[in-house]
């Protein structure tokens, strides 16, 4: 009786194992199930909207949408209508998470190899005894980066200064000159340059031939004075040309430059009068074709008159 007993406990034991092991897969099946549905349900929102607090995510998807046309020989507005449009470049919500987490990762991990590279070649530098100071690869956060590269710009910006063309003695001192500091002060010569008041082609064109005549008066009467004024010309336009202004004192390159400049101004002008006589041209079109389509339609609605007066018998 009690190897029975024993069996039927067995038994029982064993079943509610099974219906236990059961209810445990349905359980999950139906969270499956259920994760599944939510997550269909949120793929139905566009990308666009359910990201609009993460701007990394939406400048990763602008990246990858603009990345698929990018070797397309399409135009521009092409392009961007594609962008737009296109149903493969747009992602569902699920799979931008996915591979947003997957990047993070990546990132996390190159990040730990940096520090571990650069701690071991600060290792093997203190073990060779290198006396230099070594660079620095060690990976800092992003706010730190930030901060040290706003604290460089402002050292930059304290230590530029204009380069000296000068000496004590009024002469000009060429191997001062920095080209490195010229380069960086571009944006300040720019605005400069704009600031001066530009003159015109004609006046300059004047101007130039009025200095050629007072020195070619002078040769003729004092030579050395002529040459003077040619010297003094000359430096004037080696300072311009120094400080990176354009030197403008041939008067052929001057007239050549006014009549190319004549030359656009009629073209831009022809070009202006076409396209007002198109204008004209098409809104008389319009206004014919308007006027045509309303006197149509006031001879149907009296053709339409008419017939219902034929039936009524009141018009023979």
């Known amino acids: 009786m009690a190897v029975i007993k024993y069996e039927n406990d067995t038994k029982l034991n064993s079943n509610c194992k099974l219906n236990s092991q059961e209810e445990d897969k349905n359980t999950m099946d139906q969270l499956r199930k259920l994760s599944q549905f939510f997550s269909g349900m949120i793929d139905t929102i566009p990308a666009k909207v359910y990201y609009t607090k993460n701007e990394d995510i939406l400048e990763d998807i602008e990246?990858?949408?603009?990345?698929?046309?990018?070797?397309?020989?399409?135009?521009?507005?092409?392009?961007?209508k594609r962008i737009k449009l296109d149903p493969n470049s747009q992602k569902k919500v699920s799979d931008i998470a996915t591979a947003f987490c997957d990047k993070k990762k990546n990132d996390g991990k190159m990040k730990e190899l940096?520090?571990?590279?650069?701690?071991?070649?600060?290792?093997?530098?203190?073990?060779?005894?290198a006396n230099d100071?070594?660079?620095?690869?060690?990976?800092?956060?992003?706010a730190e980066k930030d901060?040290?590269?706003?604290?460089?710009?402002?050292?930059?910006?304290?230590?530029?200064?204009?380069?000296?063309?000068?000496?004590?003695?009024?002469?000009?001192?060429?191997?001062?000159?920095?080209?490195a500091s010229h380069v960086d002060l571009a944006t300040e010569e720019k605005i400069e340059k704009s600031k001066q008041k530009k003159v015109s082609l004609k006046g300059l064109l004047v101007k130039v031939k009025k200095e050629d005549e007072k020195i070619e008066k002078l040769a003729t009467t004092n030579i050395e004075a002529a040459s003077k004024a040619k010297e003094k010309r000359m430096w004037k336009n080696a300072l311009e040309k120094a400080e990176g202004n354009k030197v403008r004192d041939n008067?052929?390159?001057?007239?050549?430059?006014?009549?190319?400049?004549?030359?656009?101004?009629?073209?831009?002008?022809?070009?202006?009068?076409?396209?007002?006589?198109?204008?004209?041209?098409?809104?008389?079109?319009k206004q014919e074709r308007r006027q045509?389509?309303?006197?149509?339609?006031?001879?149907q609605t009296k053709n339409k008159k008419m017939k219902i007066l034929k039936k009524k018998g009141r018009i023979a």
């Open 63 to 80: 990246v990858n949408k603009r990345a698929i046309f990018e070797d397309s020989n399409l135009s521009k507005k092409a392009k961007n």
């Open 114 to 129: 940096k520090k571990k590279l650069a701690k071991r070649i600060k290792e093997l530098r203190v073990a060779r005894g």
């Open 133 to 142: 100071k070594p660079k620095k690869l060690e990976i800092t956060s992003t």
């Open 147 to 179: 901060n040290k590269d706003v604290d460089n710009d402002k050292n930059l910006k304290t230590s530029k200064k204009v380069p000296k063309i000068f000496d004590k003695s009024g002469g000009l001192v060429f191997s001062k000159f920095d080209f």
């Open 251 to 285: 008067t052929k390159l001057i007239e050549k430059s006014l009549k190319q400049k004549n030359k656009l101004k009629v073209k831009r002008a022809k070009a202006w009068d076409e396209r007002k006589k198109n204008v004209e041209k098409r809104k008389e079109m």
């Open 292 to 299: 045509k389509n309303i006197n149509e339609r006031k001879q």
